[in-house]
Structure formats: structure tokens, C-alpha cells
């Protein structure tokens, strides 16, 4: 369970740019940072949209924001440390990824294939699912990051194309090899998308604070496990015409 702040935050002071905004209060969710001026009047509260946040330093008792469009806000409270901890781990959370997907999780039942098809999808997707749980709630950036390690989900990848290949033609050589490699050509956009996360994935490792980066690789997680999904209906195809022998 990640630990956030709880209720609003009370700013001694605000800066949107060079304009003080005077005391405010400030609030976050999993959406955005809204924060209300204590001025009369009927001012709407500011609302600070997490994806906007490129930047946050803390020092000297207030936290400075940099937004992508370049606009610098600052907020002077006592928490001003907490608030940025807060706000980094809302803004590091991993995103939706397998929502759009159109393979994982399919029913094919109806249309008469074979037997084994729900088990060879949740084999197939499996290395995938066990890195999100991993990373699931973790604070640490580099944690998350280290769960969906491109090199050991190629590893396993390939693993699980050659069980199925021995599964099928286990004591036929030619049989097998001819159905792995055919298995390992489609397969082709997976491993480029993994080399890209792995890309990715060390430039986000090596500046944690850099919330670009962290996008950039949330961004290609996301990549790798639609590419997964469309990889997989190819698969799923493919082994269709190669039924389990008894």
C-alpha cells in the first residue's frame, strides 16, 4: 500500500509564474493537484493536471513545479517535502495496460479450436502479468522499472514459443524446429518492442527524477504489452494449425 497524503495541504503562499497568488490550499488525487486561493470572490480553484507536471523540486520550504508548457509553480507549506513525495508517486503510477487489449483474455470457445487455447494464452501472457504484479504499489521508481526487465521477459519469452513447438512435436525433430522457427518470426515484433523498452528503461533508471523519462518508458510498457496482444493473435493462429498431438 503506497502512502499518501490524506485531506488538503494549507500553502502559506503561491506563485503562478511572477504572480502571487497569496495563501491557498492544495489537494491531490489521482488526476491532478487542485488548489484553492483563499481570497474572496469567485475564483476557480487552479487544477493542475499530474500529466502536465514535468518537473518537482523541493528545497527552502517550498516546492517549485515545472509544467510542460513551461509555466513554473511554486507553493511555500510546511509539507512541502511529503506534497512532492506524494505527487512523484502519483505521477510515476503505471498506466492502463491491458484494458485495449484484443487477444488477452478472449473467449474462443465458440469457434471450435483447440482444446489448449485458454492455457497457451495465459502461458504466452503470463511473463507479463507477473512483472505488473511485481511492480504493483511499489514506491521505488527503479523497482517498478527492474519488474518489467526487458531481458528476462525475452528470455521467457522465447521459453515459452519453444514449449510449444515440443509440445506438439517433441520426438520430430524437423517437425519442431520448422514450427519454433515459424513461431519465432512472429514473435519478431515482440522482441523489437522489448529491445525499445530496454532502451527506454535505462534512460528512465538513470535519472529517476526526470519525469519525461518515466513517461517515455511508461509509454513503450504500454507498446510492449499491446504489441504482446497483437503477436499473440498471430500465434494463436498459428497454432491452430498445429493441434496437440495425443
Known amino acids: 500500500m503506497i502512502d499518501r497524503l490524506r485531506g488538503t495541504v494549507a500553502l502559506t503562499a503561491i506563485r503562478l509564474g511572477r504572480q502571487d497568488l497569496g495563501a ?6 489521482d ?3 487542485t488548489i484553492v486561493a483563499q481570497t474572496t470572490g469567485d475564483d476557480a480553484p487552479l487544477r493542475v493536471r499530474l500529466t502536465s507536471i514535468d518537473d518537482l523540486s523541493a528545497a527552502g520550504g517550498q516546492l517549485t513545479i515545472a509544467l510542460r508548457d513551461g509555466t513554473r509553480l511554486t507553493l511555500v507549506c510546511e509539507a512541502h517535502a511529503d506534497l512532492r513525495d506524494d505527487l512523484l508517486v502519483r505521477c510515476r503510477a503505471l498506466p492502463e495496460l491491458t484494458r485495449t487489449l484484443r487477444g488477452f483474455g478472449s473467449r474462443r470457445a465458440s469457434r471450435g479450436t483447440r482444446e489448449s487455447a485458454p492455457s497457451d494464452q495465459q502461458r504466452f501472457f503470463a511473463p507479463l502479468l507477473d512483472a505488473r504484479r511485481n511492480a504493483w504499489g511499489t514506491r521505488d521508481p527503479i523497482s517498478t522499472i527492474a519488474a518489467f526487465d526487458a531481458s ?4 521467457a519469452f522465447a521459453a515459452i514459443l519453444d514449449s510449444f513447438a ?5 520426438d520430430y525433430a524437423p517437425a519442431r524446429r520448422a514450427l519454433t522457427a515459424e513461431l519465432v518470426d512472429l514473435g519478431e ?9 530496454r532502451v527506454s528503461a535505462a534512460q528512465a533508471t538513470a535519472a529517476t527524477e526526470d519525469l519525461r523519462l518515466w513517461r517515455a518508458w511508461a509509454t513503450r510498457l504500454r507498446a510492449t504489452f499491446e504489441t504482446a496482444d497483437r503477436v499473440w493473435l498471430a500465434l494463436d493462429a498459428a497454432l491452430d494449425a498445429r493441434p496437440m498431438r495425443p
Open 24 to 29: 491557498a490550499t492544495a489537494a491531490v488525487d
Open 31 to 33: 488526476e491532478a493537484l
Open 152 to 155: 528476462s521477459l525475452a528470455a
Open 166 to 170: 515440443k509440445e506438439r512435436y517433441g
Open 189 to 197: 515484433p515482440l522482441r523489437e518492442a522489448l529491445d525499445a523498452l
